[in-house]
């Protein structure tokens, strides 16, 4: 990514990114649908699901049902989910380490509810980097990745304009997301490309990869995460 503007915001996606959280809430939901009659692999899962909005995940999920799951599957679902993430959830390799060194604004942008990315965020002693203000869910303003409404969101509230911001996303929904906002793109760890041209988009395996892209000086200006 080169001659890219300088880097001057962070936006982080939540699940699969700052916290390992993937692995475990795929797992609830594909032994919750056995239960309702509904195989499917871990690995499709996470192929098929993983960064995506639940509503669209459950529909499909009925559409290979053949009928509508009970209307208490969500909040079944939901609460087996969080029960999982307080007891197992870690933070990703480096997670805490990239937070405590950046210097420009940062936030979390998650297509998950708010209480969910605070669960996460306190499960993992990562909420400490973060205020309210500086997470933003794709649920408060009803637009999900790929859109890029929720990134361009929160770049505003942190008055960066798209182009200066960097985007830390592990699905390829967040990616589409991110270049459909005008954003730098950093894949971590993408579960599946989609067709996407990696050409428009910087991968890397571990997080403290980040810091090469950082601007001449390092990281510097004040972080959000005491707003």
């Known amino acids: 990514m080169n001659r890219e503007p300088e880097i001057r915001a962070v936006i982080f996606d939540c699940d699969g990114t700052l916290v390992d959280s993937e692995t475990l809430s795929l797992s609830v939901l594909v032994e919750f649908v056995a239960e309702h009659g509904v195989q499917i692999s871990h ?22 049902l053949g009928r509508s799951l009970p209307d208490d599957f969500l909040d079944n679902f939901r609460n087996r989910q969080i029960d999982r993430l307080k007891l197992h959830l870690k933070p990703s ?23 969910k990315v605070n669960v996460c965020l306190k499960a993992t002693r990562l909420d400490h980097h973060f205020q309210p203000t500086t997470i933003f869910s794709a649920y408060e303003i009803e637009k999900w990745k790929p859109a890029p409404d929720l990134f361009l969101k929160a770049a505003a509230s942190m008055n960066v304009a798209p182009e200066h911001c960097a985007v830390v996303e592990d699905s390829h929904f967040g990616v589409r997301a991110g270049l459909a906002a ?15 041209d990696a050409r428009t988009f910087q991968s890397i395996t571990h997080l403290s990869e980040l810091s090469q892209y950082a601007p001449a000086g390092g990281w510097r200006g004040g972080s959000m995460s005491g707003v």
């Open 93 to 115: 390799d480096g997670a805490d380490e990239l937070l405590s060194s950046l210097q420009v604004p940062f936030c979390v942008a998650s297509n998950a509810p708010v209480s």
């Open 182 to 196: 005008g954003m730098q793109v950093f894949a971590y760890r993408l579960h599946a490309t989609h067709d996407l």
């Open 43 to 64: 690995q499709e899962a996470m192929e098929q699901y993983a960064g995506n909005e639940l509503a669209v995940v459950l529909r499909d999920i009925e559409g290979r």
